[in-house]
């Protein structure tokens, strides 16, 4: 069948007579019209996925029914697809493949590829639910990976760069091991991500039974990335956090939402921006900067969060380069609402409102009570109620085009924390489990591989363009993955086990394992159709 707007195509015989040959095999072929290159094949659990992924080229689409595929062995994705063409792997419309196995490897692996994208599928148990190796401008978008025996999604193969991932509208939960929603990059820039988009999904519960369980990891080195709008609640270590950027452009985290952090709620050490932010609960600060790796607290903006914790709201250790903390509803109900460490002297703090204690002479209003100035704060419901004292309050030199509704904010009277007041009440998602509604655009059918952009924008000022990196949780390294079934041996920042057919080395959690298995009953014939098809039989199909 075809995908949502295209039309099956009539080929020439030649074609017609490969159309047929693959009908044998299980599977069906249609042609995107317009595209003589482009072709859309239909499987299902009982058909040969490897196979089948084998024969993909530029511009063509895989489409999987619904039902379970457990694999026995490897799967590889070494495809390359380009900007105009970009290589999709989904789910037919209105049904769910699951695609799963055992902890002896992970369950997806995609290596050295480039403008694919992989949607609406359900990924669950394996190693890593979906690892990414030395690849560029992959997508993985509108996916449910779960109940993994280690991270999730990561992209973290020591020597690697990794340009214009986009994980967009994924839900990730119940991981194993080190436990990370996402781990994107390496300990001590061994690789690096850059210019890339984490947005709109929803990651809880990875705590129980792992050693860290980060909701989203961004390792040192990693920069011009942008972590935006996703919900993330239950995690084991801190619900975001990122490492510095040395000196390439910040990372932004903007417009997230996040409680029950095993942490800190955002943490971060350098070159990051972190604004419009909601954090409702962390068992240690809100937002905690600190050296790490060679990162030293500086190059932090700092604006419009609204932060309710039993500790410090936000801590700056070890101050070394310019800070701003700007128009933050900060409620502390046992600790400092703002504490600052190393050279103060090159932190700017202005139009805070809240609770607890600040040693600086200005910038913090200390005046306000968490149960006059929100809604319902009991329930997570933080928006500002009337007579707030966040409304009006703020300092307009510093402040952003909206807040996390995506509500224009008035240039001269600004209000403080995450949320532009309302007298009506919040025009916006009302926070509570699930994808946040109304802020990223999420899914979208078939999806594109093309690069995200780059969070561009200066340092200091509003912060409104840039993006963030937060510092890491004190402890570098995590534990290696399986080989064939195996226990890699634990990592302070190492490298993980490396696979004997494939599966690559590991920063920190990666699973370098992999088991021997074969492609099915019809691996033959459908290999060697993919050969005759990529070897140029493409190029001579014909539209009537």
């Not at 015989?13 to 019209?33: E, F, H, I, M, N």
């Not at 202005?350 to 704060?377: C, L, P, Q, Y």
């Not at 363009?465 to 195996?486: D, Y």
Request: with cysteine; hydrophobic share 35%; proline share 3%.
């Amino acid at each position: 069948s075809s995908a949502p707007g295209r039309r099956t195509a009539s080929v020439r015989p030649l074609t017609s007579r490969l159309a047929l040959a693959l009908g044998a095999a299980g599977l069906a072929l249609s042609l995107a019209p317009g595209v003589a290159s482009a072709a859309t094949t239909e499987i299902g659990p009982s058909d040969d996925l490897d196979a089948a992924i084998k024969a993909l080229a530029p511009g063509d689409e895989l489409v999987l029914q619904g039902g379970t595929y457990t694999l026995n062995f490897r799967l590889g994705i070494t495809l390359n697809g380009t900007a105009a063409m970009p290589i999709v792997i989904r789910a037919k419309d209105g049904e769910t493949p699951i695609i799963t196995r055992d902890a002896a490897q992970n369950v997806v692996n995609i290596e050295n590829s480039s403008y694919v994208t992989l949607q609406g599928l359900e990924i669950s148990g394996g190693s890593h639910g979906i690892r990414i190796d030395d690849s560029d401008f992959i997508t993985i978008e509108d996916c449910h990976v779960h109940d993994t025996g280690d991270v999730a999604i990561s992209a973290n193969l020591p020597g690697s760069t990794y340009e214009g991932l986009r994980f967009i509208h994924n839900h990730i939960h119940d991981t194993g091991g080190t436990g990370e929603g996402f781990y994107l990059g390496c300990n001590d820039a061994g690789c690096v991500m850059f210019n890339s988009v984490i947005e709109g999904n929803y990651i809880h519960d990875t705590k129980d039974g792992v050693s860290q369980g980060d909701g989203i990891e961004v390792k040192q080195g990693s920069y011009g990335n942008l972590i935006k709008d996703n919900v993330i609640r239950d995690t084991g270590y801190p619900c975001i956090i990122v490492y510095g950027t040395q000196g390439n452009a910040v990372n932004t985290i903007e417009g997230n939402a996040m409680w029950n952090c095993g942490d800190h709620g955002i943490q971060a050490a350098a070159d990051a921006v972190i604004i419009n932010n909601l954090i409702l609960g962390a068992a240690a600060n809100g937002i905690h900067n600190q050296v790490h790796q060679g990162a030293t607290p500086g190059n932090l903006t700092i604006l419009h969060n609204t932060i309710l914790v039993d500790n410090d709201a936000i801590r700056t250790n070890d101050i070394a380069a310019p800070v701003l903390i700007a128009n933050n509803a900060l409620y502390s109900s046992g600790g400092n609402a703002i504490r600052l460490g190393g050279d103060t002297g090159q932190a700017t703090v202005s139009g805070n409102v809240g609770t607890g204690t600040f040693a600086g002479s200005s910038g913090f209003d200390g005046s306000g009570a968490r149960a006059t100035d929100f809604a319902d704060f009991a329930n997570n419901d933080v928006f500002p109620a009337s007579g707030s004292k966040l409304v009006g309050s703020g300092d307009s030199a510093h402040t952003l085009p909206d807040d996390f509704n995506g509500t224009a904010r008035s240039a001269s009277s600004v209000d403080v924390g995450a949320y532009v007041y309302d007298a009506s009440g919040n025009p916006g998602w009302t926070v509570g489990d699930g994808f946040k509604q109304g802020g990223s655009t999420g899914g979208g059918t078939g999806g594109s591989g093309g690069s995200a952009g780059a969070a561009s924008g200066g340092n200091g000022g509003s912060g409104n363009g840039g993006s963030s990196n937060t510092g890491g949780t004190g402890t570098g390294g995590s534990s290696a993955g399986a080989t064939n079934g195996g226990s890699g041996a634990a990592s302070s920042g190492g490298s993980g086990a490396t696979s004997n057919a494939g599966g690559g080395s590991s920063d920190d959690s990666g699973c370098g394992c992999s088991v021997p298995g074969g492609n099915g009953s019809r691996g033959g014939l459908l290999l060697g159709l993919g050969l005759l098809l990529g070897a140029g039989l493409r190029r001579r199909r014909r539209l009537s």
